[in-house]
């Protein structure tokens, strides 16, 4: 199996419901350092799994509706937690789709499978993977 | 899936036997920088696999036990070498056994697999995963 | 020149007032990683400039104020935009009174400087140095 | 599983060959940070999946002959671009090869599987894994 | 003293001159990661030393010179061995024009320093700091 | 001012004298990751401060005298404790001695400075800066 990872990151607010988040059901937020898995079982005929400058453009783009919000008004995340496994799981299915979609060129159409990993601090990380 | 991580240290003295270890058969000692992950296929209603606040206690509790010790002199270890593989599968059973107790809250009791990678330098490091 | 340096950190929302900021004139957030440095011209009898213990029990209490928290309601910070700048020289400053105070001990008296580093992502970082 | 990681690197030039490579069809070069991951059922009676003195020995003879190199030169790579993923690969059967051979000793005749990544900058990584 | 830091980095091939460089005289390759750093005494009135966003905007065009190209055959380099420390100089030095040509905005007319930090692999960097 | 670092690492166990150390009393061990800091106002005609390689091998056999061992049985560090502060002092004096008994080149009888950190864990590390 081939895997090509990049890096972006996000800086948000947000806060959570729920007892067992003591202090952070305050209104906080953070820096997500935002790892893209694309995983495939082979190669295309020049070498790489995806374009890593369009899968960085298309990530780019899928960070770009969190990125320098308040996620606590962003509608389409009502009702949910906006935790580090939940932004994780929303990323890699936008990307899903956007590999589905034919956005990640070729070699996106071929992609095995989905990994997002959102660093929330040098102690503390969370990561969502999924099929295609 | 998802997966989530924390990290902790320890600092900790031992000395190997075997001819393979060369110089490391001396008493010499070694801070491991350790990651657990705790994996589950799906989050709960708070959106979470597992409180990190908890999981962070439980590993640091585990921890204590070998934290600013000499390992030879550890009886619960006798008889093996405390090597970072090794240690990674104790510190994962012990976490292991903490989530099937209930000590994690009902996530840990959902978990599918723990993982526990110690780096040992930033050039080596080793890891053990299993499921529960 | 002896320098111990320690490492925590926060989590907090804010935005900030001026165009120079774009988007992020929106509340958002950010993780800021901490590292305090302690530097003096000698060590101790021990051996060391100030006790990592004590020293990271005081760093934690200082980051306590800030963290998890809505920076744009803490009324000690009105008026100001809370930059990465700016929080460094806060961190700073409240660690330097301790230090005076007494609060790290002997060794915190004898402090030539001490530099606060806020990294705001992977790619970004920012820092305050004062003596004392 | 257990799994051991060792980290060493390269400094390669070379040059891409098709339009989606954009300016990384013109001669170039990269550090690449090698880390390979050995992978085991089971560890030995001295506690290890392999010798990690042995296994550093055999992954920097790999390396050396990649080394300081302009890889377009190299006849055993022509015909294809040596794209992170690529490289990733050949690294990964050398060792797979040298493993098979007994290089790395009874533990790398039991080895499950073999992943090695390589980080072509602190924002892009790929890997390559297979079985044994 | 105020600093701030952003990261970025190049991929470049090139050799070197000299029997000191050993296999380094031949045509290699290195990715930079390159770190920018400018300090100032005081920030300004919106709480910063300079415009993150319009620094690594100068950055990259800075490196957009040097990045995807063999620097033998950069004839504005000829006649000096582009090690990791003339690199960081000249990074440093074209930074420091481009600040005093007000690229930077007011706070880079107030600048005190420009240190610029070349990353070659994960055991080696070299650095570069001039005053303006 | 231009700077070389290179980066190694030792594997000691040690205790400490002094009940602010709490259980670093006990035998215990550390993972000392050593950045060597080798600081020049100038580079020499091939454009470097020192020659990395020749560097690297001083640095290699200065931590060989260290590595593996239980650091409370070398005389040479009887009566003190090897503080994280300490060993960066001794690392930094016995490179300064290397330097000016020529084992650097000349480029090592022309440094202004050698600074010494010592990372003792992903949290916590220390330094010594002297001039030569």
Avoid: C
């Amino acid at each position: 199996m081939f895997k090509v990872t990049i890096r972006d990151h996000i800086m948000i607010a947000h806060s959570f419901t729920g007892e067992v988040f003591g202090p952070a059901q305050q209104l906080h937020g953070a820096t997500f350092i935002v790892d893209a898995t694309f995983a495939s079982t082979d190669v295309d005929e020049n070498g790489i799994v995806v374009d890593i400058g369009r899968a960085s453009e298309r990530l780019r783009a899928v960070l770009a509706d969190l990125n320098y919000r308040n996620l606590d008004e962003d509608s389409a995340l009502a009702g949910q937690n906006t935790t580090t496994e939940v932004l994780a799981r929303l990323i890699a299915d936008r990307l899903a789709d956007s590999a589905n979609a034919g956005d990640l060129g070729p070699g996106g159409l071929a992609l095995a499978e989905i990994e997002v990993t959102l660093h929330e601090s040098h102690v503390a990380w969370a990561s969502y993977s999924r099929s295609l």
